[in-house]
C-alpha cells in the first residue's frame, strides 16, 4: 500500500510546508527489519553501550546474552566489567569501555540496567546515562531498560522509583521513534533472569521493529518444559494451528512460523479455499477450510488436530470488522462480531486445551489497540478485543502447570488491505500517530507471534503485548 504522506514528505518543499504547518514528518526510511529466518548471533558485531552499577542484579545476563548473540558491548562503568569479562572470555567478545569508542560511531543499541535503583534521588542515573548517549543513536536503534517486577516490592519509595522507569522508557520511545528507533522496559521477577535472556535478545534485534514504548514483564509463572531453547529453526516439529490463514496477518503468521520449521494447519473459511490450498501448498502446511462459527467446527479442528498427534502452537487469529456507531449497529451486526472474534475462540479453545494441546504449548490471540483505547464506531469490535484480553489473563492461570502459555498481541495500525479502505486523511492520522510516525507491516505482528510462540518467551503469560510503534492513543 502506498504511504502518499511519505512520499509527498520526500520532497524537500512539500516536506517543508508539513514543518511549517506542525504536522508530524513521517520517516523518510522503512524500519530495519529481519528478512528471513531467525538468526543464531542477530546483534553480529552492533555496538552496544551497557550501563548499570554495583546494585545492578541482572549484568551477568545481559553480558552473556550480548556475547552470545554477537555483539560488541562497551561498559559506561568500571563496575561492569568482572561479569562481562566472564563473557567475553566464554564467547570470545570482550567488553571495552565505552570512552575507547570513537565519538563519531554510533551505537546499536543502549541497555541500562536500572534493576538496582531503589531511592528516587537515583533516577539522576536515568538523566547521565541517556542524556549524552541518545544522540548517538543510529536510525532503528534500540533501547532496553530493565527493572525489577513490582510485584516482588514492599518499601514505597523502592516501588515509586522502579515505576518511574515506565513513564520515562515511553517517553524516551517517542522522543526517538522518527528516527525508527524504539525503547521499551523489561520488568523481570524474582527469580526469571534466565528466563529473560531471550526477551532481552528479542526486543534487540530486528524482529522487534514495530514494538516500542511497551513494558514486558517476565516471571516464573509457567511450569519450566524440558525443551532447550534454540536461536534458528526454533519451532522445529512443531504443529500449529493458525486461524483466519488465508490473508494478511494469518498469511504472514503461517509463513513466519512454516520459516522457523513448524507444519503448520491453515485455516479459514470455505469461501478462501483458493488462496488457502495455495498458501498451504507454498509451505508445506495442511489447508483445512472450514467456518469458525459453524456448530461442528469446534470438534472438526481438534479431530484434525489429534490425527496429527495434537498440537503445539494456536494462533487465534481470525477476526471481522463492523464498524458502526452503537445507534446504528444492528443486533445481527453486533453478535457476528462477538461471535467470531471472541465466542469463536474461547469455543475452540475449550475443545483443544484438555486432550489435543500439548504441555509446553502456545496460545497466542489476536486482539487490538481498540480493545483498549476504544474507538469511535468500534463498540462492538473493541468489547470483543477486550474480552480477549481478559481472557488470556485467565486462561495463563489454568495452564500454567503444564507449561502453556497463554498471550494476546494487539496490532496497531498495520497495512493491510482492512486499512486500505479507511478514508484517506483518517489514515494518515492512524500512520503518523505512534511514536514510529508509521503503520506497520503484517511480518510485524508474525515476528512477534512468531517470538511468543518460541521456548524463549516462557516467562511470558497472560500479557498483551501491543505491537502499534508506539501509538500514542491507550495505555
Request: glycine share 10%; net charge neutral; charged share 20%.
Amino acid at each position: 500500500m502506498t504511504d502518499f504522506f511519505l512520499e509527498l514528505s520526500k520532497t524537500p518543499q512539500l516536506r517543508e510546508l508539513i514543518k511549517t504547518l506542525g504536522l508530524p514528518l513521517p520517516m523518510p526510511e522503512p524500519l530495519s527489519r529481519l528478512k528471513g529466518p531467525w538468526q543464531a548471533q542477530p546483534l553480529q558485531d552492533q555496538r552496544i553501550a551497557v550501563a548499570g552499577d554495583n546494585k545492578s542484579l541482572y549484568t551477568a545476563m545481559i553480558a552473556e546474552t550480548l556475547a552470545l548473540a554477537g555483539a560488541n558491548p562497551y561498559l559506561m562503568e568500571d563496575s561492569l566489567q568482572m561479569a562481562f569479562r566472564v563473557a567475553g572470555e566464554a564467547y570470545g567478545r570482550p567488553a571495552r569501555m565505552l570512552e575507547s569508542l570513537d565519538t563519531e560511531k554510533n551505537l546499536h543499541a543502549i541497555v541500562l540496567d536500572a534493576s538496582g535503583l531503589e531511592e528516587i534521588d537515583a533516577l539522576e542515573t536515568l538523566h547521565a546515562v541517556f542524556q549524552p548517549l541518545v544522540g548517538r543513536l543510529r536510525r532503528s536503534g534500540r533501547v532496553v531498560v530493565i527493572g525489577q517486577a513490582l510485584h516482588d516490592l514492599g518499601e514505597s519509595e523502592l516501588v515509586a522509583t522502579q515505576a518511574a522507569l515506565e513513564g520515562f522508557t515511553r517517553s524516551l520511545a517517542k522522543e526517538i521513534g522518527r528516527k525508527g528507533a524504539t525503547a521499551n522496559l523489561l520488568r523481570i521477577a524474582e527469580g526469571a533472569g534466565v528466563r529473560a535472556a531471550p526477551v532481552l535478545r528479542f526486543l534487540l534485534s530486528a524482529q522487534s521493529a514495530f514494538v516500542t514504548a511497551q513494558p514486558i514483564e517476565v516471571d516464573i509463572h509457567t511450569q519450566d518444559t524440558a525443551s532447550p531453547i534454540a536461536w534458528e529453526h526454533v519451532l522445529d516439529r512443531k504443529i500449529a494451528l493458525v486461524t483466519g490463514a488465508a490473508r494478511g496477518i494469518g498469511k504472514e503468521t503461517a509463513l513466519h512460523l512454516a520459516q522457523e520449521g513448524a507444519h503448520v494447519v491453515c485455516l479459514d473459511r470455505p469461501e478462501e479455499e483458493g488462496p488457502l490450498s495455495h498458501l498451504a501448498r507454498e509451505i508445506g502446511g495442511t489447508p483445512l477450510p472450514i467456518d469458525l462459527i459453524a456448530t461442528h467446527a469446534p470438534e472438526t479442528i481438534a479431530d484434525t488436530l489429534r490425527k496429527k498427534g495434537g498440537v503445539d502452537i494456536v494462533v487465534h487469529n481470525a477476526g471481522i470488522t463492523r464498524d458502526k456507531t452503537i445507534s446504528r449497529m444492528k443486533a445481527e451486526l453486533w453478535k457476528m462480531v462477538l461471535d467470531v472474534n471472541l465466542a469463536a475462540v474461547v469455543r475452540l479453545h475449550r475443545h483443544l486445551r484438555e486432550d489435543v494441546l500439548r504441555d509446553g504449548g502456545r496460545v497466542i490471540c489476536l486482539s487490538s489497540i481498540a480493545g483498549i483505547a476504544g474507538n469511535i464506531g468500534q463498540t462492538a469490535y473493541a468489547a470483543s478485543k477486550a474480552g480477549i484480553i481478559g481472557f488470556v489473563e485467565r486462561e495463563a492461570d489454568h495452564l500454567a502447570h503444564r507449561g502453556i502459555t497463554v498471550n494476546a498481541v494487539a496490532p496497531g495500525f498495520i497495512e493491510t488491505r482492512l486499512t486500505a479502505a479507511i478514508p484517506l486523511m483518517i489514515r494518515e492520522a492512524g500512520r503518523r500517530l505512534s511514536a514510529l510516525g508509521q503503520g506497520g507491516l503484517p511480518e510485524d505482528i508474525a515476528q512477534t507471534i512468531t517470538f511468543l510462540a518460541s521456548v524463549g518467551a516462557q516467562g511470558i503469560t497472560g500479557r498483551t503485548l501491543r505491537v502499534c510503534g508506539g501509538a500514542l492513543i491507550g495505555a
